[in-house]
């Protein structure tokens, strides 16, 4: 509770720190909506997932959203939900950092994250997100999130992407092993539709889990790997 | 009649255009900047005799146009053109057809291109340059007389045929601008 | 004083105006002319052809009415603003008292909603000119007309008839909404990036490794070679008319037509040309240039550029731009009869920036080559333009940067390279037919403003940005973290523009002319709009002759609003002008 209490408070003065120019000049913000999808997959699951990503500020701060989730159709059970809100500030031409909270529900007890990160844009045009996180309970992780598009031509984009999820110390109670616990792959062909505002797409997900993780998702006679057709729709706003 | 002129070249353009009247006494064919255009104008006259003026037209040279801009004249007549550049830039005043006017616009271009005339002056030791071509840029046809911002001439010009012809000023934009002028002859 | 009409739509009045040009002068100089004319800042429905959406005109409509002044009047505007939020005029290179420069926060507090205000000022200059708001999003909204001010004296070239060619680039989403997009998207809106296809045809010609090494190179700096207009999917209208609207000139073969083109884009710029016709340009940003006749000509966003053209036969003939970036263009018809149409032509290719554009070519800036190099007087010592790119990674790329300019390079030999643009620019321009295609080193003053003498000193304006995120700025300093620029009144100014952005920069400073360095020495040409090219250093000079506190920034709207932005303070006026000894006083100023 305290680190929770902790975290909050670092929260709290990150936001007292936004500079004062940030706050007289023009507010922008942004809606993504990543994934937004049905996915099928070998095992006979149905999922619906989605993937959203916001913000709103200036150039100096941004305070950023992100939301994802999975739900089991068939049995309408929430598997995963995790939400993030950080302040993001610039640190060179193409990387942000930022720092903020995390929740993540259900699948077991919820959990409460710190969360410092960073996010921008790789050489060759990879998007590129990575977060450490240090949980209430004093366990670190880390995610790495990383995104490319292929332009097929300006309206036909194959989109591969990759989600690496790591544990520094295992939370068996949620479910995690130590290290390299899980990675997803993903590839989405996307076409846009109105504007870059809805672009339907298809693709695959390769979900799969490692170590400690798998052997716990083994126990609770869950599968450790599954390909998955995807289709959805990416929206912008 | 091409080594004539040579002599001429470097000399202020309003003796140029006497002197030049007094050499040539042939029928003038076209503009014959050095070359001639013999096979492209029609014969719309020859260099006129002071004797013989049967009419005197002043002509204001302006940046960038003429004063007045149409005139017209009798088959036969010789007129005396008295022109003052009255702008600030070098102005040319020739007498010739629309197609001869073209043709001249090149040579002017090039002329400017090479610095033998500049936007407020003429350069006479340039003048003495060879073009690439074998001619010279001399400018001292009897047709025409090239004046710097102040300076003052005459033409003398005897109009042998019947027509339209246009008095212009050929430096690079002025006759696409305006700077040209009717004369149309009965 | 007496109520002037404001003509509505294109003037076609058939005015000879040489002919009765120096009458004209001497009765407008006799008589205390005063014009009163009343604007109403209107929400109005813009209908493209292609779209239809609501923005934002003067007396109902879009583009405004043509504002007809005198030189030598005092011309009083009733302005009044029926949105629902503030808006303001500004009257682009009228030279006037700085309070009446109408840019809100420097000029004055901008016009509420419900209030007029009074614009009130001498006219001491003619030509064309335009106006627009300064307020947010408001002129890519639709809020621009054209001014024409009628000189005393007479004009130095002859026409029969004029028309205003007003240019923009109508967008079907509002400007605040393509500034967030931009913010959130960079290349929300650039459907000219280089695919997969396009790989596949670059590989066939110049082989795999070098395609893909070209590629890895602009990844590694994280820089599109297409990004050459940011904001694309606009719709190109001449005077509020699209391209199948098709506005349409009258004329009579034979006759001289004087075309005032006014580029109100918001960002884009247009390469101009009348296929079967020369144009012969006469005035650049209002001022009468020494006549130079050319096939083609670029205009920037803000410039204007008046034109004679002669078209001899009775026939329909097409004014057609394709934009920079190639993604639009606008279209009109000058014809003896309306209805009448000649070909359009297509929009052919997609000009990609070089490693030139980007400052990295080996024969990069030589210094032989710049325009402010040959003129008389220029600091010999010249000044190297900085590499954007620090990091000496990148430079390793600039190998394949040359090779790639010098196939370039071998196209451009054909006509001769303008020194405006970078060598090896990808955006070099070039006449469509082969012609000659108007260079700034081309514009010549008709008659020089000011008496040619050296500058009192020098400041520099790196042109910078962050593509990735927007921003843009002069000298890495955003508007809002910036401090005025100051100037003395009496100083005699030479701005050095350093472009080290991938694009285009239409700088316009208010309030004082820009005396453009083309090398021309005392003929050099006076403006209002410099355009900077990417990977280029441009001079230009500004003889501090007005007092109080202006803009300066770049002309393109989401450019201007997200930094590339300077207040200029003059301090000290007439009364106190500054004693300053030109830094090499050969020439007196007097």
Known sequence: MELRNWIAGGFAMSAAMMPFSALSEELYYGVQLEEFEYRAGEHGEQLFVWDADSFIGSDEVKLRWKSSGEVEIEENNLEALSNQLSLQVPVSDFWDVKAGVQLDSPDGPDRWYGVVGVSGLAPQWIEMDLDFLVSEKGKASAVLDMEYELLITNYLILTPSIEVQGAFSGDPEIGVGSGINSTELGLRLSYDLVDRMVSPYVGVAYERSYGETADLAKDEGEETSSWQFVIGAKFIF | ?186 | MKKKLIILGMSQSRRLIAAIGIGIGLLSASMVTAGEYNLTVDKVRISTGEFEKTGIGYNGSSPGPVLRFQEGEEVVINVTNNLDETTSIHWHGLILPYEMDGVPEISYPGIKSGETFTYRFPIQQSGTYWFHSHSGFQEPDGAYGAIIIEPKGREPFRYDREYVVQLTDAHPHSGARIMRNLKMMPDYYNRKQQTLMDFFSDAEKNGFSETASDRMAWGSMRMMPADVEDVQGFTGLINGKGPDQNWTGLFKAGERVRLRFINSSAMTYFDMRIPGLKMTVVAADGLNVQPVTVDEFRIGVAETYDVIVRPKEDKAYTIFGASMGRSGYVRATLAPDEGMTADVPKLKGKPLLTMADMGMSHEGMDHGNMPSMSGEGHKPEGHSVEKPMQNGKMMDHSKIGSDMDHGRMMKMNKSAADPFYAPGSGLMPQASNGGKFLSYKDLKAQKPLYPYREATREIELRLTGNMERYIWSINGVKYEDAEPIRLKYGERVRFKFVNETMMTHPMHLHGMWSILDTGSGKWNPVKHTISVAPGTTVYSETEVDAEGQWAFHCHLSYHADSGMFRKIVVEGGPDNAANITPVKGERSWN
């Open chain 2, 1 to 186: 009649m091409k080594s004539n002129k040579r002599i001429f070249a470097t000399l202020p353009a309003g003796i140029l255009v006497g002197l030049g009247l007094m050499a040539s006494g042939a029928v003038y064919a076209g503009g014959s900047h050095g070359g001639g255009h013999g096979n492209k104008g029609q014969a719309f006259g020859e260099p006129g005799a002071a004797s013989d003026v049967v009419k005197t037209i002043p002509i204001e040279l302006g940046d960038n146009f003429f004063s007045p801009e149409k005139l017209s004249f009798e088959q036969g007549q010789t007129v005396r053109f008295t022109v003052v550049n009255k702008g600030e830039f070098v102005h040319e005043f020739n007498i010739g057809t629309q197609l001869m006017h073209a043709d001249h616009q090149k040579e002017m271009a090039m002329m400017m291109e090479h610095g033998a005339i500049e936007v407020d002056r003429i350069n006479h030791d340039k003048m003495k340059m060879d073009m690439g071509n074998g001619h010279m840029m001399s400018h001292d046809d009897p047709n025409s007389i090239l004046l710097e911002p102040g300076q003052s001439g005459e033409v003398i010009w005897k109009f042998a045929a019947s027509g339209e012809l246009e008095f212009a000023c050929n430096l690079p934009g002025h006759y696409e601008s305006g700077m040209v002028g009717e004369i149309s002859i009965d």
